[in-house]
């Protein structure tokens, strides 16, 4: 098992419309399927990853709340996600967001608040999964990845929604559990 480089932003890769997948038995994309899992654990309070971001166009991300600093109550742990669509969806709300493909900025992004996904897990079965609040806004961030899309593309105002990073010294960082801004797939904060 490896931990991947991850894209960065203005890398075009992180554009490009990724591909179904249907080859579940190929052992070489079970090995890719526990590497991405790996990085999603190299990263602190890291919640989710998606395979676009390591180079690889295909329809996969993984994703795990369980890991966030304060679990949301009720959450699916990891989740190996292929092809997912969105099937029922109701409700909006604006929350902070950053990406690892975006280490340097947060930005309040509006996404619905819960969510209904159809996909296949890593043997290919099909799984229908609701979820919400914090764990649906992982799902969406992630599943724009898919689509070449950054949470930037969604940000209303760049100059009142899109915040930089502070760069703070190491012995001032407090971890801030769960902040919003904490971590669809990012680093701490959180990509
Ligand atoms: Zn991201």
Redesign the pocket.
Known sequence: MAVLDILTYPNERLREVSEEVDHFSDPELQLYIDDLIETMHAGPACVGV?AP?TGNPIRLLIMDCSLARKPPEGNHGQLVVFNPVIIKWSGMDVAREG????PDYTGNVMRAVDVTVQFQDRHGEEQVVTMTDFEARVIQ??MD?LEGK??TDRIVSRKADLFRRKVRSPKKRKPDPNSPAKN???QPSP?
């Open positions: 998606a971001q990406c690892l493909s975006l961030h992630e990845h950054l949470f669809t797939d990012q990509s």
